[in-house]
C-alpha cells in the first residue's frame, strides 16, 4: 500500500474507547466475521460461536475490553455509531456474551478464549473467530490480525490492487515532498487532491472529525468527577483542572489548556467514550489538544489543513513503519501522535513543507524506544498522562522547528521513522502492549 492511499476519514475514524487495535479492530472483525456467516448462508445453523484473543490481544483484552467489543460486532454494532454503554455490558466474564448474528436469527453464545502465549506470526493482535453448529462441528473459522488505528485484515487475503492511481503518489515523506516541489503546493492540499479524485470530499470529512474531536475534549472537561472503571481508582483529572484554569492567568495557564485537552479526550477514552483515533485511542488526544490550543490563538480556518497534513504524516508512517504499540511500543502510537500534531502546528502557522516534516521528525525522534506497558492491561497509566505531555512536546517541536533556516535537516524524518520500525522489531515483546514489563510489573494495583 502507498502512503498516498490513505485519506483524513481513515487516520481519523470516529469509534469507541478505549483502544482501536483491541476495542475497535475487534468489533469490525466481529462484524466481518458476521457478514461472512450470513453471505454462506449459515445463520440458522451457528448455534454458538468461539473467539479466541491470541497474543497482545489476549494479554490485555480484559483492560480494553475486547472480548464485549467483539460480541457486539458479531451482533452487528459500527464503532461509529454503537452506544458506548451497551458494548460494555456485552460479555462478562461470569455470563460471557450472546450475539444476534442476522437479523431475524436467535441470539447464540458467544464464549472467548484468551491466549496471550500464542500470537500469530504476521502481527501480535489477532484473533480467531469460529462458528459451530449444534453437534459442536465447525461450521467456519477466520483469522483476523487487528494492526492499529482501527485498521483490521483477514489473514489470507491478497492486498488489493486499485486500478485507481491519485494525482499524488508517494510512500516515504521525500516523496511526498517531490510532489510539494513538482505541483507547488502545500501538503495538505496534496492530501486533498488524492482524497478528490476518489470521489471523497476531505475537507466536509475533517469537519467532521473536529467536530467529534471537540465534542469529545467537552465531555472530558466537563464530565462528573470520580474514577475511571478498571480497577485501577484512577480519578478523573480534567474536571477539576477546567474548573481551576477557568480562573487561573498565571504564565503556566497555555501549557496548562494544552495538557487539559489531552487529558480530557484520553480520559473520555479511558471511560469507553466516543473518541476519533488520531492515529491510535491510547494516543487521541495529542492531535486535537494541538488543534484546540491553536484554534484558541487564531480563527479555525486552518483546522481543515492541519488534519490533512497530519493525515500525510500518519499515512507514512502507518505504511512504512507501524502505528501499533504491540508491534512496536508506545513509540509508534504516541510518537506518531507527536509527530502529527507538530506537523499540523506548523503548517496552520504557514511553514514550508520541508519545515513540517522537520517538526515531525523532531516530534517522533524523542520518543524514539518509548515502551507500552500500560499498569493493568489498561489505557490509563501512563498513557493518559504521556497524551498531555506529548501534546506540549509537539508544540515545542513546531515552534523548534519554525524558528530556524529552512534548510536539510541532518536527521530527516524517513530516517527517524525506519529506525522506529527497527527499535520496536529490537524491543522485546514484555515492552509491546502485554503488560508485562516496564509500569506495568513496577506499579502496585490499588
Not at 458479531?74 to 452506544?83: F, M, Q
Not at 504476521?122 to 483476523?144: F, K, Q, V
Not at 510512500?171 to 510532489?179: G, H, I, K
Not at 515531525?360 to 489498561?378: K, M, N, Q, R
Request: hydrophobic share 40%; aromatic share 2%; net charge negative.
Amino acid at each position: 500500500m502507498q502512503s498516498s492511499d490513505l485519506g483524513v476519514g481513515d487516520l481519523f475514524s470516529i469509534g469507541i474507547g478505549p483502544s482501536s487495535s483491541h476495542t475497535v479492530g475487534p468489533m469490525l472483525a466481529g462484524r466481518e466475521f458476521r457478514r461472512r456467516i450470513a453471505l454462506m448462508g449459515i445463520c440458522r445453523q451457528t448455534a454458538a460461536v468461539h473467539v479466541r484473543l491470541r497474543g497482545s490481544l489476549g494479554a490485555t483484552g480484559r483492560g480494553h475490553g475486547t472480548p464485549a467489543a467483539v460480541v457486539a460486532g458479531l451482533d452487528g454494532a459500527k464503532p461509529g455509531t454503537c452506544e458506548p454503554e451497551a458494548v460494555a455490558t456485552a460479555w462478562t466474564e461470569e455470563e460471557g456474551g450472546r450475539a444476534r448474528l442476522a437479523p431475524e436469527a436467535p441470539r447464540v453464545p458467544v464464549t472467548v478464549e484468551f491466549a496471550p502465549f500464542q500470537p500469530h506470526p504476521e502481527h501480535a493482535n489477532s484473533l480467531d473467530l469460529e462458528a459451530h453448529g449444534a453437534d459442536g462441528t465447525e461450521l467456519y473459522a477466520e483469522t483476523y490480525l487487528s494492526t492499529g488505528g482501527g485498521f483490521i485484515r483477514r489473514v489470507g487475503d491478497v492486498p488489493s490492487t486499485s486500478s485507481h492511481r491519485p494525482p499524488h503518489v508517494f510512500t516515504t515523506f521525500d516523496d511526498l515532498l517531490a510532489r510539494c516541489d513538482e505541483s507547488q503546493t502545500s501538503i495538505a492540499q496534496i492530501v486533498r487532491d488524492n482524497g478528490l479524485s476518489r470521489g471523497q470530499d476531505p475537507d466536509a470529512t475533517a469537519i467532521r472529525i473536529w467536530t467529534a474531536m471537540k465534542e469529545c475534549i467537552s465531555r472530558g472537561r466537563n464530565a462528573q468527577p470520580g474514577v475511571l472503571p478498571g480497577g485501577l481508582n484512577v480519578r478523573r483529572r480534567a474536571p477539576a483542572l477546567a474548573n481551576r484554569l477557568s480562573t487561573d492567568d498565571s504564565w503556566t495557564t497555555h501549557i496548562a489548556r494544552i495538557q487539559l485537552d489531552a487529558l480530557a479526550v484520553n480520559e473520555e477514552n479511558a471511560a469507553g467514550g466516543r473518541i476519533v483515533t488520531a492515529p491510535t485511542n491510547g494516543a487521541a488526544g495529542v492531535v486535537p489538544a494541538v488543534i484546540a490550543h491553536h484554534a484558541r490563538q487564531a480563527e479555525e480556518d486552518h483546522v481543515v489543513d492541519m488534519l490533512l497534513t497530519a493525515t500525510a504524516i500518519g499515512s507514512i508512517i502507518t505504511t512504512t513503519a507501524s502505528i501499533s504499540g504491540a508491534q512496536v511500543g508506545c513509540q509508534g502510537e504516541i510518537g506518531s501522535a507527536c509527530a502529527m500534531a507538530a506537523a499540523a502546528l506548523a503548517a496552520a502557522n504557514g511553514a514550508s513543507p520541508r519545515m513540517i516534516g522537520k517538526a515531525a521528525e523532531i516530534g517522533l525522534e524523542h520518543h524514539l524506544g518509548l515502551t507500552c506497558d500500560p499498569v493493568g492491561g489498561l489505557v490509563q497509566i501512563p498513557c493518559i498522562e504521556r497524551n498531555a505531555i506529548a501534546a506540549v512536546t509537539a508544540t515545542q517541536a513546531a515552534t523548534l522547528a519554525m524558528n530556524e533556516p529552512d534548510h536539510e535537516p541532518k536527521v530527516s524524518l524517513d530516517v527517524v521513522i525506519r529506525t522506529m520500525r527497527r527499535v520496536g522489531e529490537d524491543m522485546l515483546d514484555k515492552y509491546k502492549e502485554t503488560s508485562l514489563g516496564g509500569l506495568a510489573i513496577s506499579v502496585t494495583e490499588c
